[in-house]
C-alpha cells in the first residue's frame, strides 16, 4: 500500500511538474515573443527614422535631377521600409526587412530577396507571422479588395491595393511571388505586391496569400497619403 501511494505520488508531482513546463512554454510563446518583436520592430522603426532624417532632402519639381545612380543592394536582416495596413487598425506598422529567415521575421516583416523593390516593376513580396512575435498578419484573413497597404522607404509612399481575397496555397507553391503572380488574375508585367502568412492560424502546413498592385505614389516631404490622413 506505502508504494502504491509512492508511485502515485510521484506521478502526481510529475504531472504537475510537466503541466508548469506546458503552461511556461505557453506564455513564453503568446507573450515573450511578442514582447521582443515589439520591441525589435520599434527599433527597426527608429533606426529607420533616424538615418531618414540625415537624408539630403529630395530636390523640388523642376530642379535639375542628379545622374542616375544603381540602388545599394538591401542589407541581409536589416530594415530598409515600414509598412502600414489600415484595415489592421491605425496603430499597425512594422519595418520591413531583407530576407524571410526565422531570426529575420522575429524582428517584423521579411522581403523576399530577390523580388521587386517597393514601386519597381515587378513583384515586390513581403512575408510575416500569422502568430508569435508581436502577431503582425493575425487579421490576413480580413483583408479585402481595395484595401491599401502603405509602403514607406524614406522618400516615398507607395500605395498597393488589394485585389482580391487572400488565397490558400501549400508552401512549395513558390509561383505566388513570381514577377507575375500565378493565380492572382494579373495577366502581364506590373508593380506588384505579394503578402504571404502561415495557415492555418496556429500551424504552418499552407500559406494565405494577398496580392495588390501599385495604386499611387506620393513623396515622404508632400505628407502622408489620403489612407492615412483621413
Known sequence: ??????????????????GTLIV???????LWTGVKAAD???????????????????????????????????RDGKPFATMRIPRFGSGWEWPV???????????????????????ESGNFAVAGHRRTYGDPFKDFPKLRPGDAVIVN????????????????TVPTD?????????R?????PGRYLTLTTCEPEWGSSHRLIAWAHLDATRPVSEGKPPDLTG
Not at 40 to 64: C, V, Y
Not at 184 to 188: A, I, L, R
Open 1 to 18: 500500500m506505502r508504494s502504491l501511494r509512492l508511485v502515485v505520488r510521484t506521478f502526481s508531482e510529475l504531472c504537475i511538474t510537466v
Open 24 to 30: 511556461l512554454f505557453v506564455a513564453y510563446v503568446l
Open 40 to 74: 525589435a520592430a520599434d527599433d527597426g522603426i527608429a533606426t529607420l527614422n533616424s538615418r531618414w532624417a540625415r537624408q539630403p532632402a529630395a530636390p523640388s519639381a523642376g530642379a535639375p535631377s542628379a545622374p542616375s545612380v544603381s540602388p545599394s543592394p538591401y
Open 97 to 119: 526587412l531583407e530576407n524571410t529567415e526565422a531570426r529575420t521575421l522575429q524582428k517584423g516583416l521579411g522581403h523576399y530577396s530577390g523580388t521587386a523593390r517597393p514601386g
Open 153 to 168: 522607404d524614406g522618400t516615398t509612399w507607395f500605395t498597393y491595393r488589394i485585389v482580391k481575397e487572400p488565397y490558400r
Open 174 to 182: 513558390t509561383a505566388v511571388v513570381d514577377p507575375v503572380p500565378r
Open 184 to 188: 492572382s488574375g494579373f495577366e502581364g
